[in-house]
C-alpha cells in the first residue's frame, strides 16, 4: 500500500507541470480569446438588435408614409371625380339651355311661318273673292237672258 501511495505520489509530482501549464492555458484562453469573443458577441448582438429596432422603425414609418400616400390618393381621385361631375353638371346644363334656345328659336319660326301662312291665305283669299264676285258678275250674265235687259 505504501508502494500505491508512493506510485500516486510521483504520479502527481509528475503531473504537477502539466497541471500548471494547463491552469496557464485556462487562464490565458479565457483573457485572450474567450474574453474578446464574449465582448465581440455581446457588440454584435446590441448592434444587430438595434439594427432590428431601427429597421421595424423605418418599416413602421414605412407603413405610415404608404398610408399616408395611399389617403392622398384617395383625396386626389376624390377631387378628380367631384370635378368631373361638376363638368358633366355644367355640361348637361349648357346642353338644356342649348336645346331651350334651339326650342324657343324653333317656336319662334313656326310662329312666323304661321303668321306668314295666314297673311298669304289671307290675300289668297282676297284674290278668290275678287275673282269670285267677277266670276258671279259673269255667270249672272251668261244665266239672264239677253231680253231682261241685259246687254250682250
Known amino acids: 500500500m505504501q508502494e500505491i501511495i508512493q506510485q500516486l505520489g510521483d504520479l502527481v509530482l509528475a503531473s504537477l507541470p502539466t497541471l500548471i501549464l494547463f491552469i496557464i492555458l485556462v487562464l490565458a484562453y479565457q483573457g485572450l480569446v474567450q474574453g474578446p469573443l ?5 457588440e454584435r448582438r446590441a448592434r444587430t438588435s438595434g439594427a ?4 421595424n422603425r423605418a418599416i413602421a414609418a414605412a407603413e405610415a408614409k404608404a ?4 389617403d392622398k390618393l384617395r383625396q386626389a381621385r376624390a377631387e378628380v371625380f367631384r370635378a368631373r361631375e361638376q363638368r358633366l353638371h355644367q355640361w348637361a346644363q349648357e346642353r338644356d339651355s342649348a336645346l331651350d334656345a334651339a326650342r324657343k328659336a324653333s317656336v319662334q319660326r313656326v ?20 275673282g269670285a264676285e267677277q266670276l258671279a258678275e259673269q255667270v249672272v250674265r251668261a244665266v239672264m237672258p239677253a231680253t231682261a235687259g241685259g246687254t250682250r
Open 38 to 42: 464574449s465582448r465581440t458577441l455581446k
Open 52 to 55: 432590428m429596432e431601427g429597421a
Open 67 to 70: 398610408a399616408e400616400y395611399a
Open 111 to 130: 310662329l312666323e311661318a304661321r303668321l306668314g301662312i295666314n297673311n298669304e291665305a289671307a290675300a289668297a283669299r282676297n284674290v278668290v273673292m275678287a
